[in-house]
């Protein structure tokens, strides 16, 4: 297990990174096209589509909306009017379900698979946008920060871990593990400010520190939404097309709330 998990880790890496720096504009699209419609493919399992038929028609439906908007140039007005909404809408529904202590609380099938359209298409084009109209390192520079609060909580929380921090939406999650990983961000962020200016271009580093680690935890809802939408159709993993890893949607959920978000802040600090 762990050797597969280690082995696929490093093949996404190298892809990510030849993506990331060395394809052209055309070719990062599609590949978002083809993580974005992956992502609904597994998105329809949380509302149990079953007929096949269906279920590729919304994956079909999401790549191609990812596709459009960025041939007509909607990325702005999505993002501007979507960020906020959907990052609210995701905050209050796992604060409520762990307040109802876990009842069932996302169950209209449109409802959840409108939720995934808008969730998929602004963590796509987020994506895009931070590397084309920004630049690579801008968006490596904020995947680095999602990537150090997951790992920070991971080991602060397996040190440390000794309260829940949602027990009825993912018990293993814990308050000491949070913190860590805040921890972590602050000091990368602060890391970044002060050595990598020339490919961050921080807006100061107060700025860029604070508003880096309340990015952070806002992107343990979109881990803890994921894990809701999972927990309410029994579901171990989103997928298994990673293996040891499970599916897009396992490695990708606290980017969904993430990278919009980031987005809107370089977006905001360039002056764009």
Known sequence: MLKHRVLTAVVLLVVALWALFLADSMYWVGVMVFVSALAAWEWGGFVR?????????????????????????LTDVILLYGVGLQTLFVVVTVSYYQLNQGRAILTVPWVSL????????????????????????????SLAMIWAMDTG???????????????????????????????FVGVLALALALFAVDYVPTPGLLIFVAVSVAISLLSVYGDLFESLMKRQVDLKDSGRILPGHGGVLDRIDSLLVAMPLFWLFWYVALGF
């Open 49 to 73: 589509l079953t007929n096949l038929f269906v279920r590729g028609g919304y994956s079909l439906l999401v790549g191609t909306a990812v596709w459009l908007a960025q041939m007509w140039q």
């Open 114 to 141: 409108s939720l995934g359209v808008l969730l998929i298409l602004s963590f796509s084009l987020a994506v895009i946008a931070l590397r084309d109209v920004f630049s690579p390192w801008i968006l490596l520079a």
């Open 153 to 183: 909580a991971y080991f602060s929380g397996k040190q440390f871990g000794r309260h829940k921090l949602a027990s009825y939406v993912s018990p293993g999650k814990t308050w000491e593990g949070v913190i860590g990983g805040a921890l």
